[in-house]
Nanobody
Framework: QVHLVESGGGSVQSGGSLRLSCAHS????????MGWFRQVPGKEREGVEA???????RYPDSVKGRFTISQDNAKNTLYLEMNRLKPEDTAMYYC??????????????????WGQGTQVTVSS
């Protein structure tokens, strides 16, 4: 059973930066995808960034040029670097994973393992 633990959330002013981390137990599968998602109460969970085993990434236009996903396999950690944050980025951020994956999907239902989430609040 793979476990995911997010950290790094907090409160920041508009234009600021945060880096989220997701520590995970080591995957033995050569094919896997990991992603960051966010959710605001009353709204659907949305994909923010996703990465596959080969390093291919996918992200929506809303975070293009501001957010960057990366992974340190030696440390079993996934990161989300968030710059130029906006109030509309305020949400609970979740790390997710799935195995036997060749396409970094941004669709939450495609992922099987989730962390507990970390809150990000951006004030104007």
């Amino acid at each position: 059973q793979v476990h995911l633990v997010e950290s790094g959330g907090g409160s920041v002013q508009s234009g600021g930066s945060l880096r989220l981390s997701c520590a995970h137990s080591r995957y033995t599968y050569s094919s896997r995808c990991m992603g960051w998602f966010r959710q605001v109460p009353g709204k659907e969970r949305e994909g923010v960034e996703a990465v596959d085993s080969a390093g291919g990434t996918r992200y929506p236009d809303s975070v293009k040029g501001r957010f960057t996903i990366s992974q340190d396999n030696a440390k079993n950690t996934l990161y989300l670097e968030m710059n130029r944050l906006k109030p509309e980025d305020t949400a609970m951020y979740y790390c997710a994973a799935r195995v036997w994956c060749s396409w970094p999907s941004l669709t939450p239902i495609d992922y099987t393992t989730w962390g507990q989430g970390t809150q990000v609040t951006v004030s104007s």
